[in-house]
């Protein structure tokens, strides 16, 4: 029952770090699991909020719980709570598996693991007799007693472990080289950042003031190219990066950059507005935005990110750092001052990262193990 727990507790922890992020670990990008992930299914709403609770959330929160329950010391609390929780886990995870199965029409392979863990969480602790719940002594049991016996504190560290390491793994994991053709764009003694951007897309345009504040701050030290990546969904924002590349051949592509991450309409009027007030050739302008040579240039720049993996947008490479989404400041200033310093990204490589996270669960194993109750002796 245990054992069922802390694979459902692993595997949701991992799937909370993927639904927390734009740039997932566990389920890789156009996968099944990717798929139940945007479908809608994957979120709970939180109208007062303002925002969305993943599901994993919930799953590690009732997990943890169920865990804690068969820890109680009450071997009747034990029971009672244990099969409870567990019934109602068993519930849920029949119903996530009816959701992907009808509604969504696919299957994440970490859901199913976490929903089948449930189920046979709840059937093992159905299954179990009631001397399976409470202490038995050796002289009860008419056996030698079990090796696998946990202290309480051991069996908690052993959940604690399960339930940390997927978060620690993206934080302590090495970072993938730079693409050969985003590393084409590289300058050498320079602070190399690469950019992949739309210009109507909200996150690109949260982040443009902070990469502007950032690149001021290190005084002609950085080599900044913006490169674009235009979203079908997104209907101005093709024209807007055809504003871009024009712009760029007159020398006036931050500029432009500038207004059009600023401007409230990419229509365009708008577009024409803001190269005759950057004071551009108008003519050469709209013979440049009608050229099919401009979107072959989009395009060719597009391929870029999505033969490296594409994720999300922004996607922005500095120096030997990749970033998805629109990050706290804090986290490109880290990987700007690691660039200035020429330190080569590090880590732990996955070979060695389970390894040595599996050594260090059956350690804890090994020192919380104990023996039964022994029976009482005559005259005690």
């Known amino acids: 029952m245990r054992g069922a727990l802390l694979i459902a507790l692993f595997v949701s922890a991992a799937l909370w770090v993927d639904y927390s992020t734009a740039s997932p670990e566990y389920c890789s990008v156009g996968s099944a699991c990717d798929g139940v992930r945007r479908s809608g299914f994957g979120y709970i709403p939180l109208p007062q909020a303002g925002a969305f609770l993943p599901v994993p959330v919930v799953g590690v929160v009732g997990f943890a719980l169920a865990y804690a329950a068969t820890l109680l010391s009450s071997w009747q609390a034990r029971r009672r709570w244990s ?19 009808i509604w969504i029409g696919q299957f994440c392979s970490l859901c199913v693991t976490v929903d089948v863990a449930a189920i046979a969480a709840a059937a093992a602790a159905f299954l179990l007799p009631a001397e399976g719940w409470r202490e038995v002594t050796q002289e009860e049991r008419g056996e030698r007693p079990s090796r696998f016996a946990m202290h309480p504190w051991g069996s908690a560290l052993l959940a604690v472990l399960f ?28 602070i190399n950042v690469v950019e992949f951007a739309d ?14 504040r950032i690149i001021a701050d290190y005084d ?17 924002a093709r024209p807007a990066a055809r504003a871009a590349v024009c712009a760029e051949k007159q020398g006036q592509e931050p500029a432009m950059a500038d207004r059009l991450f600023e ?43 999505r033969e490296a993996g594409f994720e999300g947008l922004p996607t922005t490479y500095v120096g030997a750092t990749k970033i998805v989404g629109a990050q706290p400041e804090e986290i490109f200033r880290e990987a700007f001052d690691q660039a200035a310093s020429g330190a080569q990204a590090t880590g732990i490589p996955a070979w060695l990262y389970w390894p040595l996270a599996a050594l260090l669960a059956g350690l804890v194993v090994w020192l919380s193990r104990r023996k039964p109750v022994q029976a009482a002796s005559p005259g005690t």
């Not at 005759?276 to 072959?296: Q, S």
């Open 83 to 101: 099969l409870a929780l567990l019934a109602a886990g068993a519930f849920v995870a029949l119903g996530l598996l009816a959701a992907q199965a």
């Open 163 to 190: 339930a940390l390491s997927p978060w620690l793994w993206p934080k302590v994991q090495p970072a993938p080289p730079v693409p050969a053709r985003v590393a084409a764009y590289y300058q050498s003694d320079k």
């Open 199 to 212: 210009f109507q897309c909200p996150f690109c345009r949260r982040l443009h003031g902070d990469l502007k």
């Open 220 to 236: 002609g030290r950085v080599n900044f190219v913006r490169l674009h990546m235009p979203l079908s969904r997104h209907e101005y």
């Open 263 to 305: 401007a409230e309409s990419l229509e365009q009027p708008a577009i024409l507005e803001a190269a005759k007030a950057l004071g551009l050739n108008l003519a050469e302008f709209e013979r440049c935005i009608a050229d099919p040579a401009t979107d072959r240039i989009i395009d060719q720049q597009a391929s870029i990110l």
